[in-house]
């Protein structure tokens, strides 16, 4: 068993959480599917339930699932009728090898201190000028929700300076107002990015 809480969390949630009511972010989605070619290769970081995989395969495209929990990826598994790879952020270990990488609020429970890396992972891994999208809870310090799961709460100068350090050109970074499992209000960073 985990001693990480955030890692506890989804092994001993990964049922209810794949169950819950979630609204398909469809039209980021949809807009993150327009910029790249028909049947493009993309890298789902984190692909919880796989409700977002499910989308973008129906619209044709190749997408390779990662989860960091074998309990959630076995949910997502059931969901798409295919694999979904085991994968902590921090292993990415690809080279050009994908048109796209999708990271809709997974990204959020990398530390601080590792997160320059694994956006270093991320832009080693897409093919030149392939597209990557990713969501964070916006804020100012690190911390726990009320589940005792780590996010890193990034501020958007915070992350826009992390993401151009890393090399990466910022396509487009939006705030919204929303929420999340903890039912809490949320503030919302919506990160696009080419390489």
Not at 50 to 61: E, I, K, N, P, V
Not at 77 to 104: H, N, Q
Not at 118 to 139: D, E, N, Y
Request: hydrophobic fraction near 40%; glycine fraction near 10%.
């Amino acid at each position: 068993m985990s001693t990480d809480p955030t890692s506890s969390f989804y092994t001993d949630n990964a049922t209810l959480y794949a169950a819950r009511d979630r609204n398909l972010p469809r039209k980021r989605l949809d807009a993150f599917l327009d910029t790249l070619p028909a049947g493009a290769s993309i890298l789902e970081l984190g692909c919880g339930a796989g409700q977002d995989a499910a989308y973008m395969l129906s619209r044709g495209f190749d997408v390779a699932p990662t989860d960091g929990s074998a309990e959630l990826a076995r949910e997502a598994e059931k969901r798409i009728g295919r694999p979904v790879r085991i994968m902590r952020f921090e292993t990415l270990d690809s080279v050009s090898a994908f048109d796209g990488i999708w990271a809709e609020a997974s990204l959020l429970h990398v530390p601080r201190s590792t997160l320059p890396d694994v956006f270093r992972r991320i832009l080693q891994a897409l093919k030149t000028g392939g597209i990557f999208h990713a969501s964070f809870k916006a804020g100012e310090a690190e911390g726990q929700d009320k589940f005792g799961r780590y996010y890193n709460y990034p501020s958007a100068t915070w992350l826009e300076e992390r993401l151009s350090t890393a090399g990466w050109r910022i396509v487009a970074m939006t705030e919204a107002d929303g929420g999340g499992f903890d039912g809490e209000p949320t503030r919302w960073l919506y990160v696009t990015a080419r390489k």
